[in-house]
């Protein structure tokens, strides 16, 4: 029981990380249409940048969080600008390849601006162990924890309430019609973008405080991909959510079937959920007419 | 007056070739590559040779993606699933290298319904993802299953012996891979212009309007996948015999999205472009590398130490730029550049 438990929530702490990434992977795709296949590497390096910024200012908690912030924005805006805004109106499938791309070199990147060494994000808390009940919970985990519940919060408001929210709606509904309705359709996009990169980067940070940095971390988009896909790509609540259970199923998978099937239980999961909904459990079916 | 190329009859579309020098040209170069291990030294030779695997997987992809339109990010997994079915074959189990290399096709062949079953239902980005999915089990299967595959230690395996011919010196495997490129290339051009690649073109240019011509989707889709993983299962085989080791870490992901760049920098579904752009991609490291150096040493030197994180880099560079500036890749170049030498100095 307390093996089950212990894994249950290292789980909904990683599945949490997974969830944030996979939120950044549905707003890029809501208001685009399109799967950024290097949000794992916008991760990392925004970690890497808060790394940097904490070995300078010898990690004080503040400084690093709106230095990493600033920076995702940054990153998300350049991105977008540069690369991402002379593709507008091509075919989806060059408009993706290009993210691939993207990811290739922002991946090699690292090696050549930092190094392929792990490093640890100091910033004087989250490595400390928490005791309820019987098991030890790290401060971190239950930091991302709470962080991921109130991004979902938030992000419902957002696009519930706010008129950029619904102009992002707009847009990614019917991109011509929302400019005929005189929305800037590159601005909303420039938004996702900036908007994806901080949700990313702070899932980056937090992975870097609870765990290890370490040029591997890309991976971690990999292992948000089946989050979003069993969430629905186009639904950023329920990529949350499809992450916190992504989570769960992987490390549950590790605790009672063997570490190889941790490192496959997502992607297993979504091609079964592909199978029964394509369109993910939160996800809108979309109606094709002839 | 004639204006351009035009095609008349239904002949002149299929034919394999448009025009009778294209016979001579490929003659020639076919001769010259048949020439070339007696004449270049064993770096450049490796060059060919992996020039000549990298078609064949090429080719193969390009049945699938550049074809019949469906994206795959997993090809790497067929590659791995081949190379593992003829190591396992032929060294393990002391068959005849032939078995070795039909295994190594039929095997992924087989793999490829399993993950091409449930992708029926599945178009564009969610087929990108369940083919990256397959490609990440594949590797944690292979690694599990011990008792077949030596698990992370891997396979060692000979270079084949063939009809009584051996081919275990560099020249000599060099003509076998050629063999199977050219092989490979007239399947490659001889779908195309079937029955068969005509509807995988069909299913690509508008599924809906292919299906009410009477194609059959599920069934065209699943045979691109099935030939497209059987030549790259083959691809895979030869790029494990010239390993002369096959392991996980020797297919690493990189290889898929190589394969991917080499379709975009040749020209999608086009097997002059899946040829050209191997030629490009294959080479673009070295080149890099060789103008880099006529500058300073220094960048000779960060080129040695940091060659792979370069090489992923450019691939990802020339990914961007290509389909910025150049969408439709080389081809697509050749066929401006050949239209404005023949109209000079008319516009069209």
Redesign the interface.
Known sequence: MQYLMQLLISGLAIGAIYGLIAMGFSVIYKSTG??NFAQGEMTMITAYIAWTISTTVGGNLFLVSIGAIIAAILLGLVIERV?MR??LG?P???T???T??????L???I??IWDAYPHGLDVGFGRDIVRIGTIGVRTGQIAVITTLLLMLVAIWAFFRYSKFGVAMRAVAADDRTALLMGISAPRVHAAAWAASSVIAGIAGVFFAISYDLSPAMFQLG?KA??AT?LGG?DAVLGSGIGGLLIGITENLAGGYL?S??K??AG??M??VV??IR?FGIFGERDI?R? | MRTGDYKQTYGELVALVDSPPVWLWSAVLVLALIVAPYALNSYALSFVTIILITVVGALGLNILTGYTGLISLGHVGFLVTGAYAYAILVSKYQMPPLAGFLGAGLVPAIASLIVGAPSLRLKGLYLAITTLAFSFIINTVILEARWLTNGARGIAVQRPELFGISFDSDAAFTHLCLGFALVTLFAALNIRRSRVGRAFVAIRDNDTAARVMGINLHAYKLLAFVTSAFITGIAGALYGIYLSFVSVEGFPFLLSIEALAILIVGGLGSALGAVLGTVLIVLLPEATRMIFSLFSAQMDAMFSTGAQELKSMLYGLVIILFLRFQPRGLVGAWHDIRRTWVHWPLRY
């Open positions: 399109l799967v690369v002379p593709m091509e989806v499938f060059a993706v390849m290009v691939i791309g993207l990811a290739v070199i991946r090699s990147s090696n050549f990999l991909f089946p896909i790509l063997g190889g099937m490192e496959v992607f297993l979504i091609i592909l199978m394509p094709e002839v």
